[in-house]
């Protein structure tokens, strides 16, 4: 992937999906849920692709889409262990899938390869990069990827909704903590590595992330988590459960996007409030 050709390399593959029929947009509408100020954003699944929804994850059981994967899907070579592909069932636009070539497992630890294969796609375009470590996390398929989607998200004015906790967050050494979060995570800034080269920005990023599993967690056998990244902050979230209630969160829960498949859903997290849903699937303590 030659620097400064991925975003052009996204659209045409985009629209070579779409004219193909290959990429299969979920169609939502955004609806607003405050919670502490912030206003967390709720996709809510139109109803007539209730049934599609439902149906994908079983569609795909049993079945690695990444070996192979489908050429239609193709963004670039991002590195010699890492491919960009489309998601195929998005339903934010422009959502990026970096995966790896060879099998390894969404619950395995992440190594440099898979930092610089993030720090090389994060440079291309303002994105937020995130990683589900497996089912409990959210995550759809065992083949290890990272994913990314472009920033701002659904609009919003800021980033991420959750920008503004983010600004109060307080550090001790390397990495803090968000206040209004009551359940456990580790939060770092990373904006210095930004101009580094990605090999070079990859091997501090590995350091950092595991520095940050080791005070949530036991960085050798990590229970479930999710991580996200942009261009100036990595955000480490262990998880309980994968569900609350009936509504599935992964990582972009933690940056303020829900997703809910019918409108009992929107009122469950409504009730609860988008940070009570968080706390229920994340780890206390």
Same mark, same amino acid.
């Given at each position: 992937?030659?620097?400064?050709?991925? !975003?052009?390399?996204?659209?045409?593959?985009?629209?070579?999906?779409?004219? &193909?029929?290959?990429?299969?947009?979920?169609?939502?509408?955004?609806?607003?849920?405050?919670?502490?100020?912030?206003? *967390?954003?709720?996709?809510?699944?139109?109803?007539?692709?209730?049934?599609?929804?439902?149906? #994908?994850?079983?569609?795909? %059981?049993? #079945?690695?889409? *990444?070996?192979?994967?489908?050429?239609?899907?193709?963004?670039?070579?991002?590195?010699?262990?890492?491919? &960009?592909?489309?998601?195929?069932?998005?339903?934010?636009?422009?959502?990026?899938?970096?995966?790896?070539?060879?099998?390894?497992?969404?619950?395995?630890?992440?190594?440099?390869?898979?930092? @610089?294969?993030? !720090?090389?796609?994060?440079?291309?375009?303002?994105?937020?990069? *995130?990683?589900?470590?497996?089912?409990?996390?959210?995550?759809?398929? +065992?083949?290890?990827?990272?994913?990314?989607?472009?920033? +701002?998200?659904?609009? &919003?004015?800021? &980033?991420?909704?959750? @920008?503004?906790?983010?600004?109060?967050?307080? $550090?001790?050494?390397?990495?803090?903590?968000?206040?209004?979060?009551? *359940?456990?995570?580790?939060?770092?800034?990373?904006?210095?590595?930004? %101009?580094?080269?990605?090999?070079?920005?990859?091997?501090?990023? @590995?350091?950092?992330?595991? @520095?940050?599993?080791?005070?949530?967690?036991?960085?050798?056998?990590?229970?479930? $988590?999710?991580?996200?990244?942009?261009?100036? !902050?990595?955000?480490?979230v262990p998880r309980s459960v994968e569900h609350y209630e009936s509504i599935s969160v992964n990582a972009l829960g933690f940056a303020g996007s829900l997703l809910a498949r019918d409108v009992r859903e929107l009122e469950l997290i409504r009730e609860r409030g988008p940070l009570g849903v968080l706390e229920s699937v994340g780890r206390m303590g």
């Amino acid at each position: 992937m030659k620097p400064g050709t991925l !975003w052009q390399s996204v659209l045409d593959a985009t629209e070579h999906a779409i004219r &193909c029929g290959a990429l299969e947009k979920i169609p939502t509408r955004i609806e607003h849920v405050e919670d502490h100020g912030i206003r *967390f954003q709720v996709h809510l699944v139109q109803q007539l692709e209730r049934k599609r929804v439902a149906g #994908i994850t079983q569609k795909q %059981e049993g #079945i690695n889409p *990444f070996l192979p994967y489908d050429e239609n899907m193709f963004v670039a070579d991002v590195s010699e262990s890492h491919v &960009c592909l489309l998601n195929k069932f998005n339903v934010m636009e422009h959502h990026l899938l970096i995966v790896t070539r060879e099998f390894e497992h969404q619950e395995s630890l992440l190594t440099d390869r898979d930092f @610089e294969a993030m !720090w090389k796609c994060l440079r291309e375009f303002e994105g937020l990069a *995130f990683y589900n470590s497996g089912t409990v996390s959210g995550a759809s398929q +065992p083949h290890k990827h990272l994913q990314q989607v472009p920033l +701002p998200l659904g609009g &919003c004015s800021e &980033c991420t909704p959750i @920008e503004t906790l983010i600004a109060t967050a307080s $550090y001790e050494g390397s990495y803090g903590r968000i206040p209004a979060f009551g *359940f456990r995570h580790a939060i770092s800034q990373i904006s210095p590595l930004t %101009e580094a080269d990605p090999a070079e920005a990859a091997v501090h990023t @590995e350091q950092l992330y595991l @520095e940050m599993l080791r005070h949530v967690d036991d960085a050798s056998s990590p229970s479930p $988590y999710n991580l996200l990244a942009t261009r100036d !902050w990595m955000l480490l979230v262990p998880r309980s459960v994968e569900h609350y209630e009936s509504i599935s969160v992964n990582a972009l829960g933690f940056a303020g996007s829900l997703l809910a498949r019918d409108v009992r859903e929107l009122e469950l997290i409504r009730e609860r409030g988008p940070l009570g849903v968080l706390e229920s699937v994340g780890r206390m303590g």
